[in-house]
Every structure is written in C-alpha cells, then in structure tokens.
C-alpha cells in the first residue's frame, strides 16, 4: 500500500489541476523560480554543515571525543557502545544509519544494545542540519534553541536506554 502513496498523490494533484484548470507546468516552473533565491540564501549553510560533519567523522574527532564520553555516558544509563551514535547523529543522519548498521550487525537486532540504538537513532534529530537551515533563513542566530535540541537528545537518550531495559 505505502508503495502506490506517491503515484497516488502524484495523480491526485494532477487531477486536482485539470479539475481547476490551472496550467501545471506553468505553476511549476513559478514555484522553482521561487525555490531559487529560497536555495542560494540556504546552500552556504547547508554547505558549512555537510562539510563540518564530514571533517568530525572523518578526522576521528568523533570517535575521540566517543571514547572520551563513553563512562560518562554509561553513568546515565547509555552503552558506552553507542557513544559514537550519540554524537554523530546531531551532525549526521546518514552517519548515524552506518553506526545504527554496525551496531545492529555486531549485536543482533533483538539485542539489547540494538533496541538502545534504534530508540537513540529514532528519537534524535540532525539538529546542527536543522539549525544551519532554520538560521541561515531566518539569519538571526540563538544557541539556546541548539542547546535546548542537544538537551532534548541526550534525555531522549537516557530515558530510551533506560525504557529498553525495562521493557
């Protein structure tokens, strides 16, 4: 079913249009003329943002910084295994599904690590993605909406690890 939802949607505004007679690849042209000047304001953040998440990841100042945090992270309840999912994610999404990969082929997927790490990968967000985006269009910037995002994150995180247990 959740296959033909885009076939489906795609006809459905199709029809939409004939029905109103409005010329659609006219207004679809108009909407990307407007998408232009939307994605030149946004391309140098979004630039910033993929590049500095790449140098994390790839520099090995993730896994530094994971090994770092790790016996704190066990402290509240987190698996020291999944500090590096922890700290990717925020900057990542794709990097974040690699480590969920790893840590689901290592562990097995019924395992209790795994469960943490779904729930961590599930109930986190790319929030310097997210904010490159939001103040690269609104070009006012605030650290307490990251901070309050990160906080949210790690809370996620603990209370998920600690459900995992439980349950």
Known sequence: ????????????????????KVKLFSAFSEGVKGALPLLASLFPS????????ELFTQSGLSGYLARL????L????????????LLVKPFSGSGAT?????????????????????????SSETTFYLSALYFAETKKFSPLPVAAALAGNLLAAILGCL????L
């Open 46 to 53: 979004l630039a910033a943002v993929l590049i500095l998440s």
């Open 1 to 20: 079913m959740s296959a033909l939802l885009f076939p489906l949607l795609f006809l459905g505004v199709f029809l939409f249009a004939l029905l109103r």
């Open 69 to 72: 945090l790790a016996p704190a």
């Open 98 to 122: 690699a480590l969920l990969s790893e840590v689901i082929a290592q562990y097995g997927a019924d395992s209790y690590l795994a469960r943490c790490a779904c729930v961590l990968y599930g």
């Open 163 to 166: 459900f995992c247990r439980i």
């Open 74 to 85: 066990k402290l509240v309840g987190i698996p020291e295994e999944l500090a590096p999912l």
